[in-house]
T-cell receptor
Framework: ETGVTQTPRHLVMGMTNKKSLKCEQH?????MYWYKQSAKKPLELMFV???????ENNSVPSRFSPECPNSSHLFLHLHTLQPEDSALYLC??????????????FGPGTRLTVL | GNSVTQMEGPVTLSEEAFLTINCTYT??????LFWYVQYPGEGLQLLLK?????DKGSNKGFEATYRKETTSFHLEKGSVQVSDSAVYFC????????????FGAGTQVVVTP
């Protein structure tokens, strides 16, 4: 248990659906992240929020829309996804501060399948 | 740019064997180095880290030493257990790109009884 929870753990959706992934951290951290883990590809950073402000958008298609209403919650809104978006989506949080030594703690992930 | 190279898996070994997973990196600036572990069906867990040259990170019997001269951060464990079967990721972080964690491809380790 890392103090970062994600729901749902598994999600199957059609290409025309709209769904949201939720992440919550109980660590008092100030930064939150979305990563994508696809088969046979290294983990890819998608978005970074620091103090509820987006500070990094790593060339992610607009069909992925993040939201950070407060420092404990992070959402990833999904719409009109493609089958190649099927992956494990991982949320992480960190204290913030020194970017070089700041440690990220990960949730268990949401396994997304797009039909 | 930054990059991390790990040895390819899967690595298969018997219980109580010695484990080494090689990791080398290239980075602009002075990175911190991390090892994460992912057990089947789970997210990533921080295993250990080192933030400066010659630092040794250790946890759960695993060790890794930050070698700046060889740009390496190899993971070792003296006697593995079946419960160590997992995928291990080496990663680095600098102040580039808002401190983005750059991961290696991961190395799957399978420990047999």
């Amino acid at each position: 248990e890392t103090g970062v929870t994600q729901t749902p753990r598994h999600l199957v959706m059609g290409m025309t659906n709209k769904k949201s992934l939720k992440c919550e951290q109980h660590l008092g951290h100030n930064a939150m992240y979305w990563y994508k883990q696809s088969a046979k590809k290294p983990l890819e950073l998608m978005f970074v929020y620091s103090l509820e402000e987006r500070v990094e958008n790593n060339s992610v298609p607009s069909r992925f829309s993040p939201e950070c209403p407060n420092s404990s919650h992070l959402f990833l809104h999904l719409h009109t996804l493609q089958p190649e978006d099927s992956a494990l989506y991982l949320c992480a949080s960190s204290r913030g501060g020194d970017l070089r030594t700041d440690t990220q703690y990960f949730g268990p992930g949401t396994r997304l399948t797009v039909l | 740019g930054n990059s991390v190279t790990q040895m390819e898996g899967p690595v298969t070994l018997s219980e109580e064997a010695f484990l080494t997973i090689n990791c080398t990196y290239t980075a602009t600036g002075y990175p911190s180095l991390f090892w994460y572990v992912q057990y089947p069906g789970e997210g990533l867990q921080l295993l250990l880290k080192a933030t400066k040259a010659d630092d040794k990170g250790s946890n759960k019997g695993f060790e890794a030493t930050y070698r700046k001269e060889t740009t390496s951060f190899h993971l070792e464990k003296g006697s593995v257990q079946v419960s160590d079967s997992a995928v291990y990721f080496c990663a680095l972080r600098t102040t580039d790109s808002w401190g983005k964690l750059q991961f290696g491809a991961g190395t799957q380790v399978v420990v047999t009884p």
